[in-house]
């Protein structure tokens, strides 16, 4: 890293969740308003230890749910304040009509979501059923795969967020216990750093009595598609505003993002895509696959909404097979998300023959050597042309 | 709200500037419509006070139904003791 990045950041031990606290308290938020639930407690249980001990200037908004916690953050969002709340898996499909409610009324909330599994059966580990379930509401939607990444997209979050081109609500998502709970170093931003980037919030709705306007209107048949139409053309302008704040970020931090992560990409025959904690674990497999011979290199997916159309097209196209790992099952669909937003971008203009493997689910782990079954069995699949399903890999009777 | 305007000017988020509900004129989702026989008015000003809208303008003791904005869902007449108020067809 270059001398100047260095002189404006920290090196720091934490947690994914109390990283996630950390960059909210640095972000300086007006208002937080959240609900506890494994594995996600712990980020507003620091944020409401800060706003006790005087460290940070907010208003915490105990409330009974999470419905209640993300209508809280609506409505002081919809005042002008900079608002963030955190939840996971139940607590998230609680939410849900709130979701809808965020995005449609423009209103630049961050959202940080310790990713777990769905209930029935009730479990509390990571896997990403929440996350896509929240696919369609509207969010900008971001996944750290450890503390570093998540620290820096909460942070850029904000950024986007309240970027006047965009006004939408952005999640920020990372494996639960797997992110949420381990104690990792990573390098945070000076505190008067992310003041200057983020500033304070002036973009928006704004509650004011001497310039009275209705919010959260009844628009039947002859308005509401135009406010949707004009939702949906904001998600648009956000890949560019992305673009922008990922250039600025990293000329202050030294850390280049980017909507996509590739390793070993450049001369790989076989692409394995995964997302969140484990495109670290697959990258350790492929090193070990590259030792063998194999060609073959991983992409992580790090901005999942809006969906990086001509990166990935760029990217997947190069590829004779990819190898799609989803840690969530869309039972009676042709495949996983991921693998359909993959065959999407590249229609009608590929060769390449794809594999789904759907893992993980409930926290089921996910060792390097996994990522080696899943290669092995999904490039001799795609070879024998059998990508007519998802297949499964770690679950007993397969 | 004009249905002219696309949704490239549209306010943002579903917001309207203040005041702008007296220009959504509701009186065409009305079926029937309520006729007052003053003959029979008594001005007790119970409609009045019934009309969930209020659609109906009263100037001191008189009353007038506001077809504008009368959705026509017969609670004057329903309530009316003098039995003054008649819900007439809407012609299509």
């Known amino acids: ?398 | 709200m004009s249905t002219t305007v696309t949704w490239r000017e549209i306010d943002l988020g579903g917001s309207v500037a203040g005041g702008t509900s007296e220009k959504y004129k509701t009186g065409n989702w009305r079926v029937e419509r309520p006729v007052i026989d003053y003959e029979k008015c008594v001005r007790c000003l119970i409609c009045w006070l019934y009309c969930p809208e209020p659609a109906i303008i009263r100037k001191g003791n008189e009353v007038k139904i506001d077809y504008d904005y009368c959705k026509g869902c017969g609670i004057c007449a329903e309530e009316c003791p003098k039995k003054a108020i008649t819900m007439v067809p809407e012609e299509i």
Not at chain 1, 88 to 113: K, N
Not at chain 1, 121 to 143: K, L, Q, T, V, Y
Not at chain 1, 145 to 155: C, G, K, M, R
Not at chain 1, 186 to 201: I, M, P, S, T
């Open chain 1, 1 to 398: 890293m270059m001398a100047e990045a260095l002189a404006r950041q920290h090196r720091i031990a934490l947690t994914g969740n109390d990283a996630v606290a950390y960059a909210v308290k640095q972000a300086n938020v007006d208002v937080i308003s959240a609900y506890p639930i494994t594995p996600q407690t712990f980020v507003v249980e620091t944020l409401s230890r800060y706003v006790n001990d005087g460290e940070l200037n907010a208003k915490f908004i105990n409330v009974e749910s999470e419905h209640s916690a993300l209508s809280a953050v609506i409505g002081a969002s919809l005042a002008g304040a900079r608002t963030f709340t955190a939840t996971a898996s139940q607590g998230l499909a609680y939410m849900w009509e709130a979701l809808y409610a965020a995005s449609g009324l423009r209103l630049p909330i961050v959202m940080a979501l310790a990713a777990r599994a769905l209930s029935a059966p009730i479990n509390i580990h990571n896997d990403h059923s929440d996350f896509f379930g929240m696919r369609d509401a509207g969010w900008i939607m971001f996944n750290g795969e450890e503390a570093q990444e998540t620290y820096d997209l909460t942070i850029m979050a904000f950024k986007i967020a309240e970027d006047p081109r965009v006004l939408l609500p952005v999640v920020v998502s990372y494996d639960g216990f797997i992110v949420s709970h381990a104690i990792t170093n990573f390098y945070a931003l000076n505190d008067d750093v992310v003041k200057e980037f983020l500033g304070v919030r002036t973009t928006g709705p704004r509650i004011d009595s001497d310039n009275a306007r209705s919010y959260g209107v009844l628009a039947l048949q002859d308005s509401y598609f135009e406010f949707k139409r004009q939702q949906y053309e904001a998600m648009e302008n956000a890949r560019q505003v992305i673009q922008e704040v990922f250039k600025k970020y990293g000329e202050i931090s030294g850390r280049n993002y980017r909507p996509l992560k590739e390793y070993m990409t450049s001369d790989a025959e076989t692409c394995i895509v995964a997302m969140g904690s484990t495109v670290g674990t697959a990258r350790h497999a492929v090193k070990n696959l590259r030792e063998k011979g194999e060609k073959v290199g991983v992409v992580g997916i790090l901005q999942y909404r809006p969906w990086p159309v001509k990166e990935a097209e760029q990217l997947f196209s190069r590829f004779k097979r990819i190898i799609v790992m989803e840690k969530v099952m869309s039972p009676g669909a042709r495949a996983g998300p991921v693998y359909e937003d993959i065959t999407a971008t590249l229609y009608p203009n590929y060769n390449v023959k794809m594999i789904d493997f759907i893992y993980g689910l409930g926290g089921r782990d996910i060792p390097a050597q996994g990522v080696i079954d899943i290669y092995k069995r999904g490039k001799e699949l795609a070879d024998k042309g059998k990508t007519d399903k998802a297949y499964f890999y770690g679950v007993r009777g397969e």
